[in-house]
């Protein structure tokens, strides 16, 4: 089993990754971002949706909205979140590997680092390929990830995150294979127990995620620094790259 398949490790780890403050973020930037900005009843894919922190910001700004992730858990989160703000949002559980509607919407959305999972750098080429069939000619792919160049700047020792019940995670980053791949070692420390969970994934830098667009039959490939717009640069914060399917 891939990390990635480990429904306990979304579910344990969840107020780390996902928190109340994470979905402030998120609604934030949906708000507010002009990448973000498409015209009412436009058609959204969300994919690898988590529990849904992009989905009700999205389906208030008046976007018809999907959602996909493999993870039982998380979709259930994603549902009912839903259900609690009234959001229309259909959910759909998949592998991005293999998940593809063609034609089906004007912008794939994939954010918070949900790219480069899969060992193979086909697969992950694969994973923007799908994308490409499933939007509508026109559409645009919009990716938000940690950039190497990014990472480079503040990565170091491990940090630890509290949370409301006393737990805690401790979270150390390790690069790999020359800079080509990041493990991130996740311990969530309860009470007298520990539970240690390893994620890996590809690093890109702006003009290698930029080619890996283009590979996939992308136009127009363009690199942010974050949500604004702004240009990627020493200063950024993520890396943000959208292509368009012509």
């Known amino acids: 089993m891939q990390w990635y398949e480990d429904d306990s490790l979304w579910s344990d780890f969840a107020p780390t990754m996902f928190s109340p403050g994470r979905a402030e973020q998120a609604a934030g930037i949906v708000a507010s971002s002009p990448l973000l900005d498409f015209p009412p009843g436009t058609r959204v894919l969300d994919l690898c949706c988590g529990p849904g922190l992009f989905l009700v910001p999205l389906a208030r700004r008046g976007y018809t909205v999907t959602g996909v992730d493999l993870s039982p858990s998380m979709l259930e989160r994603a549902r009912a979140a839903c259900a609690e703000a009234g959001a229309d949002v259909r959910l759909v559980r998949a592998d991005m590997l293999d998940y593809v509607e063609p034609g089906s919407f004007d912008v794939v959305l994939n954010v918070f680092t949900s790219f480069g999972y899969f060992d193979d750098p086909e697969d992950n080429l694969r994973v923007l390929r799908n994308a490409r069939e499933s939007l509508a000619p026109g559409g645009r792919l919009v990716v938000d990830v940690m950039g190497k160049e990014v990472l480079a700047g503040w990565i170091g020792r491990p940090q630890a995150v509290d949370l409301p019940d006393g737990s805690y995670v401790v979270q150390r980053d390790v690069v790999l294979d020359s800079w080509r791949r990041l493990r991130t070692d996740w311990t969530l420390v309860r009470g007298t127990s520990a539970r240690t ?18 590979a996939a039959g992308f136009t127009d490939v363009e690199c942010f620094g974050g949500f604004d717009g702004g240009g990627y640069d020493q200063h950024s914060r993520r890396l943000i790259v959208r292509g368009v399917r012509k």
Do not use: P
């Not at 969970?197 to 283009?214: I, N």
């Open 197 to 214: 969970a390893s994620l890996t994934s590809f690093l890109y830098s702006a003009a290698e995620l930029h080619d890996l667009f283009v």
